[in-house]
């Protein structure tokens, strides 16, 4: 009784609880990725806040749409967030973002800034400050800007040793779309159309290679280094963003100032660089609530711009709030992105970015004309954004299921018809008790998630988009999308590549493996424990931790390797070039080899290590009685008696490397252009980085599964068969 | 086929000397017999003729040919293990096979030797099974078939017998024998069992603590013991031994036991080497002792009833002794027996060497 009323009292608790709870005035909530002095420009701001009480939230960048996607929806986001403009597309796509209303304050924005977070009228988000590049000068070296990028060139030779007239990153899409546009190219057409092909791009590309190969750009130029170079005063110009101005701050050893970029002579026109317009978003429940767009209002204002400018150097995209004074970086930052081109909004603009930067690194290093490289980067797009296959019918599948059900549910009635079924039943029960939380554990971990991985294999698209399509993601893998057979990136190819990858690891780690253990079996061998304990430590270390090492090893400029040519070449004189180890297929590919047999090699070691001491000795010996040479006892005794034994030892090693994910994602992350990618990280692209098409993703999966079980099962079968073709029954009658 | 020469081996493990110049003839087609306790290095004597090992001094030569440093493959030997060794992943005909196939002998003449091999040891039926799925008395005949099958010039066996029971043992004893005959290649087998040397042998030698105690055809080692140590090796049971000093007597001489009982020795077998007052150990096989009247006072204290025959186990003169008598002689526990010595040894008391005229 008195329990009774204890629960009805707790019942009547919650609901309360859960009534009232809307009563309570809640905080708005503001979510931003700053750190650092954006983070207390922020806080800064928000001391004017004079309305409902503010609780905000740093998410890092890294999770910042996946734990906007997952919160709004659920009600728990924010209601105020701040993000830069080109996810736009994606968060409506999501709807996770309302339209600002009345929170716009008309006419202070510049046009540009504002056109980047509009579509068809309706604004999206505040702009808060925009990015974009610009030209930043060492004034030591230099005074004006140049009239043309191509003056540059008569910088060479003017300059002291070791000094680029001009630090700028065009092996990637986000600089090299400022020459682009000055050759009227658009990285997206108006039809969302990928735009990064065609003459405009061919011109593009023989630009910048040839500003590479007159070294009036230095090779390899990305973030870190032009900010290094242009730092130490190795480049008279540098084509950087606000935030190189950030890192070089008041202290810089160089003096510098920051210009607009220069023309292209060639094409007359000037180079517009790419504008991110970061923005002020309000959810869907944001956008209602008044408070939230006042809240938002008050961080686009020009107040808080001022406040900005106080923290940093990025340009508002407020046009009302005075830019300091000629000539200082905001100033030309703000200028600069008046004629900035913002980045597409849509979605489509994320399947752009892989493509584009792959036909610019194939041309560059001359792998491809730049026709080539500019419609295989075109195909890569199209494959990547192919249109959804047709939504299927799913009642055969339904269909097949419902048969299979039945069947198991026939099966079961005629079991339990069967006599004494009931009490075999009982007096097994306890038996089930025993294994039921293995069963469970094995079906949670495994079974479940093999079903659901096997089941997504049938669907395409994601969220609202989701459909059913039977085996069209088979079937389009099969047949490679259409396109040629061995295609780059077709499954056939990568197989190849898989098989390749996993015969050489094979044959290499067992090899290794052998032979390191029949050394160390050898009786007379000194030290035999050490060397023992040396040779597994590679395989006691994580593999993620062995993979970052090598690929730091191979890392052209600064790695192991280069430094150990380098080194060779200081004291022989010689002139070794140090090896782009992921330029070119054979060498990434040894990169990657390199790395997983180091990492395999202890496995087998230390199997055959133990297989070993099943060989009995006079067994060899009589093989030297017998006549066999050294090679002949190993090939014809030793080895044969120790395959039982290493037999699964290699079908395990051969599955690990045909899934050895991590030495491939790790090491050369695919390169040179997805290359030396194997089916497993060419899952993990399709899952990941190309638009999150799971079903596609799990139907590698489901291929990768059946490949590896019904090889590792035939070869199972036909071992044994072997076995017992050799083995009579034992004879009864003895000599 | 060849005769087998070792002149001064000596091999060492370590800081053990296991053979301490072993010096040895086996004639052509002779069947020799190691034999001797366990660690007196007969085992490394075969694996040094095998060439498994290889000798710190010494030669060992088969006819004129020199092997000593010869890796076994080049000396035409084949070896029969005490453990069988048969190649556990090859059927019985593959066993057989091996060393022929890696000489390359043509396959015809594989399947003639193999089948030839099968036939005269009874494998037919066994010749496609592995050896896990033989009994211990077919692998040894697997074994023996692998080493007859190349016809090697020397067949080495390593207490081959070893691991049988004791029926087996007799029998397949006696087949090694009959192969032996049949083939007449010279042969060399090592065993601690007395019975197999004493049965097998065209020539024995036994071999104690690194060295060759003595050597020559079995009846004769039996019967004339060079040494105490020789003496009591062979022969089961034991030879009795007793010590004694030498007193003239007459123009002769006689042992005296501690207990004062004394023996006339026969003066012509051990000439030269009696002399008054010299200690010396005297040697008596079970089997030459007879109870009669006026012998030496032997004190009984258990009686072993075989059927055929009884052993008598006492003392004489404060030794332990062990005397063979028919079973119709009524012997029992406790009783005071007087017997008498049809033949008997005299050793060195020191050295342990034969008194016995060489």
């Given at each position: 009784m008195k329990s009774t009323r204890a629960l009805l009292s707790l019942l009547l608790l919650s609901v309360l609880t859960l009534l009232g709870s809307p009563a309570f005035a809640e905080p708005i909530r503001l979510w931003h990725g700053y750190r650092g002095s954006e983070e207390k420009a922020l806080e800064a701001i928000l001391k004017g806040w004079k309305g409902e009480p503010v609780e905000t939230l740093a998410v890092p960048y890294d999770a910042y749409l996946t734990k906007l996607a997952a919160a709004i929806p659920a009600g728990q986001g924010p209601d105020v967030y701040i993000d830069s403009h080109e996810r736009l597309g994606e968060l409506r796509a999501r709807k996770i973002v309302g339209p600002v209303g009345d929170a716009l304050e008309p006419g202070v924005f510049s046009p540009p800034a504002l056109d980047a977070v509009s579509d068809a009228g309706v604004v999206w988000a505040l702009p808060l400050s925009q990015k974009c590049l610009a030209l930043y000068l060492n004034t030591d070296l230099v005074k004006e800007p140049p009239a043309?990028?191509?003056?540059?060139?008569?910088?060479i030779g003017k300059l002291p040793r070791g000094t680029y007239p001009v630090v700028y990153d065009v092996q990637h899409v986000y600089g090299i779309a400022a020459l682009f546009s000055s050759f009227g190219g658009r990285l997206l057409d108006e039809h969302d159309g990928y735009g990064f092909s065609g003459p405009a791009a061919e011109q593009t590309l023989l630009f910048a290679r040839d500003l590479i190969e007159h070294h009036v750009d230095p090779e390899s130029a990305d973030g870190a280094l032009v900010t290094n170079l242009f730092k130490s005063g190795h480049a008279a110009y540098a084509v950087s963003g606000p935030w190189l101005a950030a890192d070089l701050?008041?202290?810089?050893a160089v003096k510098w100032r920051v210009a607009l970029l220069p023309k292209l002579r060639a094409t007359g026109q000037p180079m517009r660089p790419l504008l991110t317009v970061e923005s002020v978003m309000l959810s869907p429940q944001g956008a209602l609530k008044p408070e939230a767009r006042a809240l938002a209002k008050l961080l686009a204002s020009a107040e808080a711009a001022k406040i900005r400018a106080q923290y940093g150097p990025t340009p508002t995209a407020r046009i009302d709030v005075a830019a300091a004074d000629e000539g200082a970086p905001v100033q030309v930052f703000a200028l600069q992105a008046r004629t900035a081109i913002p980045m597409s909004s849509s979605p489509t603009m994320h399947a752009v970015w892989d493509p584009a930067d792959r036909a610019i690194a194939k041309f560059i290093r001359h792998s491809a004309t730049a026709e080539d490289a500019l419609a295989e980067g075109k195909h890569r797009f199209d494959d990547v954004h192919r249109p959804l296959p047709a939504r299927a019918s799913p009642t055969p599948a339904l269909l097949v299921a419902g048969v299979l059900a039945l069947g198991l549910a026939f099966q079961w009635v005629k079991r339990s018809r069967e006599e004494h079924w009931g009490a075999q039943l009982k007096q097994s029960w306890s038996s089930y008790r025993y294994v039921l939380h293995a069963v469970l554990a094995v079906g949670l971990l495994v079974i479940i998630p093999l079903v659901i991985g096997a089941t997504t294999s049938l669907t395409a698209g994601?969220?609202?988009?989701?459909?059913y399509v039977g085996f069209a993601n088979f079937i389009n893998i099969l047949t490679a999308r259409g396109g040629p057979l061995l295609a780059s990136g077709s499954f056939y190819l990568v197989l190849l590549v898989t098989l390749l990858w996993t015969a050489c690891n094979i044959v290499l780690h067992v090899g290794i493996g052998l032979a390191l253990a029949l050394l160390l079996s050898r009786p007379t061998l000194r030290f035999r424990a050490v060397y023992r304990v040396l040779l597994i430590v590679p395989w006691a270390v994580p593999s993620y931790v062995t993979a970052l090492a090598w690929r730091g090893m191979f890392q052209r400029e600064y790695g192991a390797i280069t430094g150990l040519i380098l080194g060779v070449n200081r004291l022989f004189g010689t002139s070794v070039e140090p090896i782009d180890w992921f330029a070119r297929f054979s060498t990434a590919f040894v990169a990657n080899l390199t790395t997983n047999v180091w990492l395999g090699f202890p496995f087998m070691m230390v199997v055959t290590m133990g297989a070993l001491t099943g060989v009995p000795d006079d067994v060899l010996e009589a093989a030297r009685v017998d006549g066999a040479t050294r090679w002949q006892r190993l090939r014809l005794v030793t080895l044969p008696i120790i395959r039982p034994t290493l037999a699964p030892a290699v079908t395990l090693g051969a599955i690990w490397t045909f899934n050895m994910f991590n030495v491939i994602y790790l090491v050369s992350g695919g390169d040179p252009d997805g290359t030396t990618d194997i089916l497993v990280s060419e899952a993990y692209r399709w899952a990941f980085t190309r638009e999150n098409q799971y079903g596609y993703a799990a139907a590698y999966a489901v291929l990768i599964f059946l490949m590896l079980f019904l090889t590792t099962r035939s070869r199972g079968t036909k071992s044994d068969e072997k076995k017992i073709a050799a083995t009579p029954p034992a004879p009864a009658e003895v000599v | 086929m060849a005769s087998v020469t070792v002149a001064k081996l000596l091999k060492r493990f370590g800081q053990t000397e296991v053979l301490k110049g072993v010096s040895l003839a086996i004639p052509e087609g002779a069947f020799a017999v190691l034999v001797g306790p366990s660690g007196c290095g007969k085992s490394t004597l075969l694996r040094l003729l095998a060439g498994l090992e290889i000798a710190d001094q010494g030669t060992i030569h088969f006819g004129e040919r020199d092997v000593t440093r010869l890796e076994p493959r080049e000396r035409d030997i084949s070896m029969v293990f005490q453990s069988y060794a048969l190649y556990p992943h090859l059927t019985v005909r593959e066993n057989l096979a091996f060393g022929l196939k890696l000489r390359k002998t043509p396959a015809k003449d594989i399947e003639k030797a193999v089948l030839e091999a099968s036939e005269m040891l009874g494998l037919g039926p066994l010749l496609d099974r592995l050896p896990k799925a033989l009994s211990g008395g077919q692998r040894q005949r697997v074994a023996m078939g692998r080493a007859i099958?190349?016809?090697?010039s020397l067949f080495l066996f390593d207490e081959p017998l070893s691991n049988l029971d004791a029926a087996l043992r007799a029998q397949v004893r006696v087949d090694i024998r009959k192969l032996h005959d049949r083939l007449g290649t010279t042969s060399v087998y090592v065993t601690h069992d007395q019975v197999e040397a004493m049965t097998l042998a065209d020539v024995l030698f036994v071999l104690n603590k690194g060295v060759v105690e003595q050597s020559g055809p079995p009846l004769e080692v039996f019967a004339r013991p060079a040494t105490r140590f020789v003496a009591g090796f062979l022969g089961s049971p034991a030879m009795n031994f007793f010590d004694a000093h030498l007193e003239s007597k007459g123009a002769g001489f006689q042992a005296v036991a501690k207990d004062g009982f004394a023996m006339a020795v026969d003066a012509e077998r051990f000439a030269g080497e009696l002399k008054a007052g010299r200690e010396v150990t005297v040697g008596v096989r079970p089997h030459d002792i007879h109870v009669a009247e006026g012998g030496a006072p032997f004190q009984v204290s258990i009686v072993e009833a075989l059927g055929a025959e009884s052993y008598a186990h006492g003392t004489i003169a404060g030794a332990p002794f062990v005397a063979r008598v028919e079973a119709s002689t009524p012997v029992k526990k406790n009783d005071r027996l007087e017997v008498s010595f049809a033949e008997m040894h005299l050793f060195d008391k020191q050295t342990g060497v034969s008194l016995r005229a060489p």
């Open positions: 043309t990028l191509e003056d540059l060139a008569d910088l701050g008041d202290k810089a994601n969220d609202e988009n989701l459909r | 099958v190349r016809r090697s």
